[in-house]
């Protein structure tokens, strides 16, 4: 796609937003609605994984003491 | 409306986190029917009680002048702010297929905002709009700096200035 | 019941189309700046529509208040993590294109 950090960082972010609508689609053919959890767990999740790596790629380290 | 003193936070903190808990398990504890309501919902007490420990301080706000008055324009708002999010997608989807140019480039301007929340809500408009990203903000003066992909999108905040005045009548200019 | 079906189809169909259109403009686009404009705002709005057409199949009951909730969570934090990234790019000096370069 193209060298460089940030380009591998916006297709890591792409990929989980459509892994969580998978897995909604998902919990709908197997007719079990716990899936609906699941899928909040990991958007929380991805979406604080995103704004860590942004932030550490910004200063080189992660908390300045 | 009026200062929030302590118990106030904490109790208000527990009647949202208790009722989130409520909606989220509601399927596996509250539908099938014999049930003893105590004893089924000392879990939800348990946890609700331990997250409002942790964050009674930062949730609800200490200052405020006209809250009330701020919900009630803000409803509109969010209605005009979802018609903006469709225009948005048609306008990047024209812009794949070749049908509109790609010409980037990087505006500055300012405004007269300058309270917390108000700036966070300008900034995600400007996300939300079609064809501007905001890059810096600066909460001292209020200078915005912007990516925007074509001319007119560019033009369409620094010339009209519609969506200034949208978010200005509702926070009234602060 | 035939009409709800052909309406939450609809959502549906229109959602995947919005969220290709995105993910085929990431791979068209020359510069990092202007990929990020178009995952940040074409994902976004499919999964909205995706989730709606969910909704709409099923009724009233407590699943829909649940879709609600993923929905009205992702339409919070998807443009914030955009522009979290887009800053980091822009104070570590990665370059902007101009009309009439090559691609990057």
């Known amino acids: ?65 | 409306m009026r200062e929030a003193g302590r118990t106030f936070s904490i109790v208000l903190t527990f009647c949202i986190m208790f009722a989130f808990w409520m909606i989220l398990t509601a399927w596996t504890v509250y539908l099938p029917e014999p049930y003893d309501i105590f004893k089924v919902s000392s879990r939800g007490v348990l946890a609700a009680l331990i997250v409002t420990f942790l964050t009674y301080e930062i949730f609800v706000p200490n200052k405020g002048k006209n809250v009330l008055l701020k919900i009630r324009r803000f409803i509109p708002y969010v209605a005009w702010e979802l018609w903006q999010i469709y225009l948005a997608t048609i306008d990047v989807t024209k812009r794949v297929f070749g049908i509109l140019p790609v010409d980037p480039r990087i505006i500055e301007f300012d405004t007269t905002l300058r309270s917390d929340f108000a700036l966070v809500t300008f900034a995600n408009s400007i996300t939300l709009t079609p064809g501007t990203i905001t890059i810096d903000v600066d909460p001292e003066r209020g200078i915005y700096i912007v990516h925007a992909i074509a001319k007119e999108p560019a033009d369409s905040l620094t010339v009209d200035q519609t969506m200034q005045k949208k978010v200005g009548h509702v926070f009234m200019e602060e | 019941m035939l009409a709800i079906e052909v309406i939450s189809t609809v959502f549906l169909a229109a959602g995947a189309f919005f969220m290709i259109t995105g993910t085929a403009g990431l791979l068209k686009f020359p510069d990092f700046y202007t990929r990020l404009h178009a995952t940040g705002k074409a994902d976004t709005l499919g999964q909205i529509l995706i989730i709606v057409g969910c909704m709409i199949y099923e009724g009233f009951s407590f699943i829909t208040i649940k879709l609600l909730l993923v929905s009205a969570f992702y339409l919070l934090v998807g443009p914030t993590g955009t522009h979290a990234l887009i800053r980091a790019a822009y104070v570590t000096g990665v370059p902007v294109w101009k009309k009439g370069d090559n691609r990057m």
């Open chain 1, 1 to 65: 796609m193209g060298p460089g950090t940030f380009n591998r960082i916006v297709a890591a972010n792409v990929i989980g937003t459509k892994a969580i609508v998978l897995l909604i689609i998902a919990g709908y053919i197997i007719e079990r609605p716990q899936f609906i959890d699941i899928a909040l767990m990991y958007a929380a999740i991805a979406f604080i994984g995103t704004i860590i790596i942004a932030k550490y790629a910004e200063r080189g380290e992660l908390c300045s003491r």
